[in-house]
């Protein structure tokens, strides 16, 4: 019965997976109970739909649109204050332990961050969106993924290097994209759709669509035909 209803809530919320029946019921019902308490709290918070979980941190709510079935998991920080509104699309969850950060420093406005429709990210993601970062549609990530949108300058031998200001480009990444564990996106850097970036890769550099890339720095080992 339980594992019933989880499955007319999957595909009433877009979810087109089938459940393995090999699953004791007990684990559904732990989930659904979960679901409830992350909904009433999302409730609580934000007024909408939105699946939060305990000992999560939102600042600057106004500036931050959020889908219907959006999942924050648990002890995430997520700070709203960047020039432009942060998005996150229906159906998109982000996992426990991360931290969205958009103005690290008194002395830049930071840009934000979009992440499209049916995106997952995993545990421990940090994204550095002071310089900006764009996720499109169904993308997932492992754990322990990182985001820097900024660069520190250091042309002048004169000065220390904390004082000598940072650039930004902003980082993007595209639709139905699957990122490895502790794969670290540095500013600049741009990815196709339907890409592969290998566990551990650091990214650096415009990559195109179609295309699975790893290394350090991250080269492209072969195309997706």
């Known amino acids: 019965m339980t594992k019933k209803l989880f499955q007319k809530l999957l595909h009433k919320s877009g979810k087109n997976y089938t459940v393995d029946p090999a699953i004791p019921d007990g684990f559904f019902r732990k989930i659904l109970s979960q679901r409830i308490t992350m909904l009433i709290r999302g409730y609580l918070k934000l007024g909408k739909k939105v699946y939060i979980g305990p000992g999560c ?3 600057n709510k106004r500036n931050i649109d959020f889908g ?3 999942t924050i998991a648990h002890n995430t920080k997520i700070d709203g204050y960047a020039s432009e509104r942060l998005s996150i699309g229906n159906g998109s969850s982000i996992g426990a332990y991360s931290l969205i950060r958009c103005t690290s420093h008194p002395s830049k406005y930071g840009k934000g961050l979009t992440i499209g ?3 997952a990210m995993g545990r421990f993601t940090e994204f550095g969106a002071a310089g900006g970062i764009e996720i499109g549609n169904d993308v ?3 754990s322990y993924v990182s985001f820097h949108s900024e660069n520190h300058n250091f042309a002048n031998t004169t000065k220390l290097i904390r004082e000598q200001g940072v650039t930004s480009k902003g980082i993007k990444i595209g639709n139905n994209v699957w990122v490895g564990a502790k794969v670290t996106f540095l500013d600049g850097c741009v990815v196709g759709n339907h890409c592969v970036v290998a566990a551990g890769a650091v990214v ?3 990559f195109p669509d179609n295309c699975v890339i790893g290394g ?3 080269k492209i080992i072969k195309n997706i035909e």
Do not use: F, W
């Open 57 to 59: 941190t939102i600042t």
């Open 204 to 206: 650096n550099g415009v």
């Open 140 to 142: 997932i990530m492992g």
């Open 117 to 119: 429709n049916n995106s």
């Open 68 to 70: 219907n079935n959006v």
């Open 216 to 218: 350090v720095p991250a």
